[in-house]
């Protein structure tokens, strides 16, 4: 059965993130993905500690940080203390990031990079010593009395990273749009870099990582998420589009800012056409959304996670609900 989660971006105070947390537990959510870019969004390890209080089954996990604003020393501090108290309801998601380090004008990391963070985390929830190649001193988690036991995900949709992450982490967050070519040819990647570890498609978990907006009016939902659509086009495209999208998302590419990521009001979003909002979106009537669901699940993805949009002002929660209500049909 496809399982359901919710990524949220700390635009609303921490007491609203909260309630949409705990209206996702009430509703079966296994999951919910808080979005990490201090520049844009309110800080995401207040909101992950505040929004677990009261909680007893769904699991909390980053829609994604990095180990460059967040030292890998802090990170793992930071989940290793999450996992204590919510009893090891946690997965990391992390990648080479994005609008918290371009908002400062700084590059993501290397693949090669990531990987070796990625090596440091697991070795200080293992309670082992790291290195920092700076100064070369060696440091680790002096509080653990026992390793911790946390999932790292990649967010990928590049296919270089789709084959890192099946190569190396416990699950994807993969960010390729809707489409079942997509969505397929996304799998057969990540699938690649598992073989070479010795694993299958079986061993990780795949989340689905969309922008969502279910509404009886079709062409309103799909103005609410054109600005997720652009940010998932400036990216490498998971396959090949018409040569005349191809163009759109140029200009997509050359305005984009990231001060203004996932601003249901930003320009660039304006220049997303419907043909790109069906590839890469859940967006529409709740019909339509179902049958695009059935299309998901039927591909072998683990979970979808949404990412809802709404109006400024206006609540997540009505989303929330309905995508709750369209899984449950499945």
Same mark, same amino acid.
């Given at each position: ?16 993130? +909260? ?8 509703? #079966? ?33 980053? #829609? ?24 090891? *309801? ?20 290397? &693949? ?54 099946? %190569? ?9 749009? /809707? ?7 996304? &799998? ?9 570890? #010795?694993? /299958? ?5 795949? !989340? &689905?990582?969309?922008? /969502? ?5 079709? /062409?309103?939902? *799909?103005?609410?998420? +054109? ?23 140029? *200009? ?39 049958? %695009? ?7 072998? !993805? ?29």
């Amino acid at each position: 059965m496809l399982s359901k989660g919710v990524g949220l971006f700390p635009t609303e105070p921490v007491g609203a993130m +909260r309630d949409y947390v705990h209206l996702a537990e009430s509703l #079966g959510y296994d999951n919910v993905w808080i979005g990490d870019s201090q520049n844009i969004w309110r800080e995401s390890s207040t909101v992950l500690g505040a929004a677990a209080v009261g909680t007893e089954r769904i699991v909390f996990g980053t #829609g994604v940080t990095n180990a460059v604003t967040r030292h890998p020393s802090v990170l793992a501090s930071s989940w290793a203390t999450l996992a204590e108290y919510t009893g090891n *309801r946690v997965v990391l998601g992390i990648g080479t990031g994005d609008s918290s380090l371009r908002t400062m004008g700084l590059k993501p990391q290397k &693949l090669a990079e990531l990987e070796a963070s990625i090596g440091e985390l697991r070795e200080l929830f293992a309670r082992n010593t790291v290195t920092e190649p700076d100064s070369g001193a060696g440091y680790h988690l002096n509080y653990l009395s026992e390793p911790a036991r946390i999932p790292v995900y990649i967010a990928a949709s590049a296919p270089k990273i789709l084959k890192l992450s099946g %190569r190396i982490a416990d699950g994807v967050i993969v960010l390729v749009g /809707t489409a079942p070519e997509f969505i397929e040819g996304a &799998l057969r990647t990540i699938e690649e870099g598992a073989k070479e570890s #010795g694993r /299958t498609l079986a061993d990780l978990r795949i !989340v &689905l990582w969309t922008p /969502t907006a279910i509404d009886t009016d079709r /062409t309103r939902a *799909r103005d609410l998420v +054109r600005a997720h659509v652009s940010r998932v086009c400036i990216r490498p495209l998971p396959a090949p589009i018409d040569p005349e999208l191809e163009a759109e998302v140029n *200009r997509i590419r050359e305005s984009y800012d990231y001060y203004h990521h996932m601003d249901t009001e930003a320009a660039h979003a304006d220049l997303v056409p419907d043909e790109l909002v069906d590839l890469f979106a859940l967006a529409g009537t709740p019909e339509e959304c179902l049958k %695009r669901l059935r299309d998901i699940e039927s591909l072998g !993805v683990d979970q979808v996670s949404i990412v809802p949009f709404v109006r400024p002002g206006e609540s997540r929660a009505g989303t929330i609900r309905t995508f709750a209500g369209l899984v449950d049909q499945l």
